[in-house]
């Protein structure tokens, strides 16, 4: 029997999903019932939208031309050479 | 315009530097990297900078990329890395917070909650509290942000996540749920009511 400290912390990290069906199926229960974890998991919700209609507005800051600035640079300087990166970055997930 | 993916031409035009392949990498991904630039902590000039490195980066990694994940997930991968060394340059350091002990502050010993929390309003979504948002990021440490905004950002899946940072998909679902716990607790603090009264 999951607890509120069990569902409320599996909800925040994000991970509901890659549990087994049988978790998901309790955690689902869970939040038809019990108000006030349904109500954390709706702030969660609601603090990501947030942060995502933050990220929107922050991006109104780029300056208008910037992509294509970065595409004729790219394009005129193929080779990067007017600058070296002695550190280049590992290969995430290449 | 023209979409890049990993696939197989768009992977040997990007290799053969084929200027309509770069113009439309720049293109589709320059204002979704700074927006996640911004999103770590970096102001509109350094986000700015920070864009125009990854691309140079790229440029010169180009070869290693092997298409196994999105273009768009190799780039955050370098743009992570150049905006830690830029973290490093400047002294910001993870700081050890008492976070888990205030999260267990909120139950008994059942498991049950001890305040129970608060109907979510619609004033997360007023203008005030947009600026709040921004602030409580600011409270976030670097990883915490970078988790996040990852996340967040085009919905990227944790998996992915976990390798553009380089940290097992359980560590990014503990530092998504720290960083969410403390947005709530620095919300609260600015009058968004998160427990029932």
Redesign the interface.
Known sequence: MM????V??TV????VG?QPLTTRLQIGMHLAIC???R??W???R??????????????N???PD???R??????A????SS?T?P???????? | MRTVTASTDDLDALRRRDPDALAAAGREHSRRLYRAARGMGFDNHEAEDLVQDVFLIFLTSIDRFEGRSRLSTWLFGILLRKAQERRRSRGREEQHDTLDEEWAAHFDAAGRWVRPPASPDAALASRQMAGAIGTCLDDLSPQQREVFVLRLQDELPARDVSNVLGLTVTHIGVVLHRARVLMRKCLDMKGWQVNAS
Do not use: M, N, Y
Not at chain 1, 12 to 15: D, E, K, N
């Open positions: 607890t509120c400290r069990d409320s912390t925040a990290t994000g991970r890659e108000v006030h974890c109500r954390f709706q702030q969660l609601a603090i990501d939208r947030g942060v995502v209609g933050w990220l929107r507005s922050v991006e800051d780029a300056p910037l992509s294509e970065v595409a004729r640079r790219l394009v300087d193929p080779g990067a600058k990166h550190t280049s970055p590992g290969a995430p997930g290449a």
